[in-house]
C-alpha cells in the first residue's frame, strides 16, 4: 500500500493558507482535499500529468463540492508571488507540483515490483514446462508448444525464494 508523507508545516504552509482562502474553506478541509486529491494521483496519475484529466476529474479526485473549475484554477494559482500552487501548468496542460521529486521513491519501487512479479511469472512459467510432458510424441512437436500438455505431478511456486511479498 503506497502512503503519502504529511510534514508538518502543511496546514501553515502559505499555499495552503492561499488555498483555503481563495476556496472560502478552513485549512484543515483544503489539506483533506489535498490529500485527497494526492491519493488518487498515486493510483490515477503516478507520473504527475495530469493532462488527460479534465477540472471535474480533478475536483472529483480531491472531493471537492463546488464548481471544479474554480477547484482547479486555486489549485494552480495558490502558490505566493509568481510561483505555482499545488498544480502548474506548463505548455496547456496541468501537472502535480514536483510529483516525481516526492513520488520519485515509489516510481522506482514500483517498476521493480513489476520487474519482480515478471521474473516469478517467467520461472513459474519454465517449473511449469518442465514437469509436464506431451501425450503426443516429442520428437514431433515443439518443446515450448501448450498443445495437449499434462502434468505429472502438482507444480507450484513454494520452491522459489527470493523474492518478497508486495501485499
Avoid at 519454465?126 to 495437449?148: G, H, P, W
Wanted: proline letters at 2%.
Amino acid at each position: 500500500m503506497a502512503w503519502i508523507e504529511a510534514h508538518q508545516g502543511l496546514a501553515q504552509h502559505p499555499k495552503t493558507k492561499r488555498l483555503a482562502r481563495m476556496l472560502g474553506i478552513s485549512i484543515a478541509e483544503a489539506v483533506g482535499h489535498l490529500f485527497l486529491f494526492w491519493w488518487w494521483a498515486l493510483d490515477y496519475a503516478d507520473d504527475g500529468d495530469l493532462s488527460k484529466y479534465d477540472a471535474f476529474d480533478i475536483a472529483d479526485a480531491a472531493q471537492w463540492g463546488g464548481d471544479p473549475e474554480v477547484f482547479l484554477r486555486a489549485m494552480i494559482d495558490c502558490g505566493p508571488g509568481e510561483s505555482a500552487g499545488f498544480i502548474e501548468e506548463r505548455d496547456g496542460c496541468c501537472f502535480v507540483l514536483d510529483w516525481v521529486f516526492f513520488m520519485g521513491r515509489l516510481l522506482v519501487k514500483r517498476e521493480q515490483i513489476k520487474q519482480s512479479e515478471a521474473m516469478l511469472r517467467y520461472i513459474h512459467a519454465d517449473v511449469t514446462r518442465d514437469a509436464c510432458r506431451t501425450e503426443t510424441d516429442t520428437t514431433n512437436a515443439s518443446r515450448d508448444s501448450n498443445a495437449l500438455l499434462t502434468c505429472d505431478k502438482d507444480v507450484s511456486n513454494a520452491s522459489v525464494t527470493g523474492l518478497h511479498n508486495t501485499t
